[in-house]
């Protein structure tokens, strides 16, 4: 079994900054990616941020030059530098992993419960 946790959103002022951090653990034998996406009310989930293994990251175009996403391979977290944060930022963030489960050898596309990040002054 995997989970993933994510932590660090909370309300922040327009052009304030944040931190999300997710945790994985559990049966994991290797993760190839991690990444955000996020989802705002009515509308669907959208790709956020993801690295992949060997370092590789992609961002959504609306969020390029604001957001950082990082990685602490040893700790199996991910992180999510938010800055210059906009009212339109405000969403549910959810953490996902694609992996290996250490069990079986099975693939997993893994997400967290979520966490909500407000930007409003």
């Known amino acids: 079994q995997v989970q993933l946790v994510e932590s660090g959103g909370g309300l922040v002022q327009p052009g304030g900054s944040l931190r999300l951090s997710c945790a994985a653990s559990?049966?994991?034998?290797?993760?190839?990616?991690m990444g955000w996406y996020r989802q705002a009310p009515g509308k669907e989930r959208e790709l956020v941020a993801v690295?992949?293994?060997?370092?590789?990251?992609n961002y959504a175009d609306v969020v390029k030059g604001r957001f950082t996403i990082s990685r602490d391979t040893a700790k199996n977290t991910v992180y999510l530098q938010m800055n210059s944060l906009k009212p339109e930022d405000t969403a549910v963030y959810y953490c996902n992993a694609n992996l290996m489960d250490s069990r079986n050898r099975n693939a997993i596309n893994a997400w967290g419960k979520g966490t909500l990040v407000t930007v409003s002054s």
């Open positions: 559990g049966s994991i034998s290797s993760i190839n990616a």
């Open positions: 690295i992949i293994s060997g370092g590789r990251t």
